[in-house]
Structure formats: C-alpha cells, structure tokens
C-alpha cells in the first residue's frame, strides 16, 4: 500500500512548494539484476545526484505493482510514480505506439535506435503526452525470440499448434496467429507458473528478458527467430509530473536518458553474453533460421495498424539511415 500512494503524497508535498525529500518508486516486470534493473537504478542514482538528494528512489521490481498494463492504468491515476515499460500494452492506450511492434520492421539494433532517438521516436512521445501519461525516453528490451517447452522450431510449419504466450497486443497476437501458431495473452507475472503448469507451450521475449526470467527452468528450445524488435519506455505520472518545477522536471528527463543508456549497454552486453549462458543452462538455441517465411507470413498483422493509420509510419520508419 505504501508504494500506491506515494505518488498522490509526492505531487501533494511538491504542489505546496515544500522541499521535503521525495522518495521516487520505479516499478517495472523484471528482477532487480534485470537490464531493466540496471535502467531503474541508473535513473535512481542520476535523479538523486542531480537533486542534491531532494529526489531519491526505489525499485518495485518483478511486477510487484501489478503486470505492466495494470502499472500503467496506475500513472494515469497518479497512484503510481513511474515505471519501466514495454510497449506491447501501451498500445492499448497510445495506439499510434502498435506501429513500433510491427514484425521484422526493423533491420537491427542501429536503426531501432536511430528510428526511437530521432524524429519518429519524439512524435511518438508527444502523443503518449496526450494520453494521460508522461513519456520520459525510449529504452529498450531487444529482438524477441520464441521459447517453447515441445519442439524445436525452424520454420512457421514448427509452430503449429503451439499455445504461445503473447503480450496483450493485438499486433503480436495476429502475427503468431498468421505464422501458425495459437496466441494467448497473458500478463507477465502470470507467465512462469503458466509455463510450468502447462498451460502454455511457449512465449516470446527478447534474450535479456529470457535470461533475467531463467526460463530455461521450464522451456527447452529456443529459437532465434528475432521476430519483432521490443523498445521499452520510461512513464511517469502527469499527478506527479505536473506539480514539478521546469529544473525538476530536466532532472527527470536527464535521469530517463541515463536509465534509457543503461539499459542499451546491458541489452547489449546480454546480447553477447546471453545465448552462451542459456546453452549452458540446457536449452537447445537454434539460430539457423530463415526469418523469410516467417516474415511473409506475419506480414497480415500489419493491417491492423495501417488500415486504421495508413502506411506513412511504417514507410518512415523503414526509410530511417
């Protein structure tokens, strides 16, 4: 109960101009050595260094604020301060963001990067402002990948059947559908017992979150599809936001980027590091994989953005050097 209140507390005590020291809680899905861990506690120490100790910090990790969608209904009422997202449901309050979740939209990590840190990625930032929500920085998780517990997957024909967890995402759920297999979304802190009792065969996610998640205790195969390249964002409450001063409100931004660079360095030591460690853990890592048929495939789930939107995001998007 302490942590949903703090940010009604924290705007109250900033909107009488008092200068008592403000403790920020950062929830988010993943444990505490997560990357999203190292993204919280960079944007922790980076506030309270530039504070003065005015601002300090805490994590909520491992979904104890609720699963993503639920923290994010917790920004949009003030009960919550700030968190460390994907974007997979926050398409269901900034539909304009589905455009990012798009399969093999982007080339590789440059020019995910390029396309968030850019022009697109702050049109995109504006409009998660005009929903009731604050958004500080894009951060990241990385390339997802499919896990599953049955076979190993090479080719769409090996998903068949297979009931993977999705993200509650309609982008996500209708490209497995169109590659052949049985979408079944799910929050994340349901996900391990789910997978554990059988009640799904698989899920996708990227090598960080797989590792973070030890998923390799109930999933034997992983296959590196790199389906869909997963952004992360760091919100903040506009309660708490709104009753900042413009210095304060820089020192949040500030804090966001250093968290959003954190993040990038440990997707990308994970990367490296990552696929060694889940083979040495007993899964089987497949990377012969020819994404074509894949992609083909899932090429339907596009409609589900475009027709709404058109094509102007994905065609820019796909231009970005």
């Not at 009640?199 to 797989?210: C, R």
């Not at 205790?217 to 900042?244: C, R, W």
């Not at 949040?252 to 460690?277: C, D, I, P, Q």
């Given at each position: 109960m302490k942590h949903l209140v703090t940010g009604f507390i924290a705007a109250a005590i900033l909107a009488t101009g008092a200068h008592a020291q403000q403790n920020i809680v950062v929830g988010h899905a993943l444990s505490p050595s997560s990357h999203y861990g190292v993204g919280a506690q960079a944007f922790i120490d980076t506030l309270t260094e530039l504070s003065g100790g005015t601002f300090t910090g805490e994590q909520a990790p491992a979904g104890q604020l609720g699963g993503e969608r639920d923290m994010i209904e917790g920004l949009q009422i003030g009960s919550l301060d700030l968190v460390v997202t994907s974007t997979g449901p926050l398409g269901n309050f900034v539909p304009e963001v589905f455009a990012l979740d798009l399969p093999f939209l982007f080339r590789d990590y440059d020019h995910a990067r390029a396309t968030l840190d850019g022009e697109i990625g702050q049109e995109l930032l504006a409009k998660i402002g005009e929903n009731n929500l604050v958004g500080l920085a894009w951060s990241e998780n990385g390339f997802r990948h499919v896990t599953n517990s049955q076979r190993a997957v090479r080719t769409p024909e090996d998903l068949a059947g297979l009931k993977l967890r999705t993200m509650e995402n309609k982008v996500h759920m209708t490209a497995f559908s169109g590659m052949g297999a049985s979408p079944t979304p799910m929050a994340f802190p349901e996900l391990f017992t789910a997978l554990?009792?059988?009640?799904?065969?698989?899920?996708?996610?990227?090598?960080?979150?797989?590792?973070?998640?030890?998923?390799?205790?109930?999933?034997?195969?992983?296959?590196?599809?790199?389906?869909?390249?997963?952004?992360?964002?760091?919100?903040?409450?506009?309660?708490?936001?709104?009753?900042?001063?413009?210095?304060?409100?820089?020192?949040?931004?500030?804090?966001?980027?250093?968290?959003?660079?954190?993040?990038?360095?440990?997707?990308?030591?994970?990367?490296?590091?990552?696929?060694?460690?889940?083979?040495?853990?007993?899964?089987?890592?497949?990377?012969?994989?020819?994404?074509?048929?894949f992609a083909a495939l899932a090429e339907a789930s596009y409609s589900v953005y475009t027709d709404q939107y058109g094509t102007e995001m994905v065609d820019r998007i796909k231009a970005v050097k």
């Open positions: 554990q009792q059988g009640v799904v065969d698989g899920q996708e996610n990227p090598v960080t979150v797989i590792t973070a998640s030890k998923f390799w205790e109930v999933q034997k195969h992983v296959s590196l599809t790199g389906h869909v390249y997963s952004p992360a964002v760091v919100l903040a409450s506009p309660v708490l936001f709104d009753g900042l001063s413009d210095e304060q409100k820089g020192w949040f931004m500030e804090a966001s980027k250093a968290s959003a660079a954190a993040t990038r360095a440990e997707v990308n030591r994970l990367e490296e590091a990552g696929v060694a460690l889940l083979r040495e853990n007993g899964m089987e890592v497949i990377t012969d994989i020819d994404k074509a048929p």
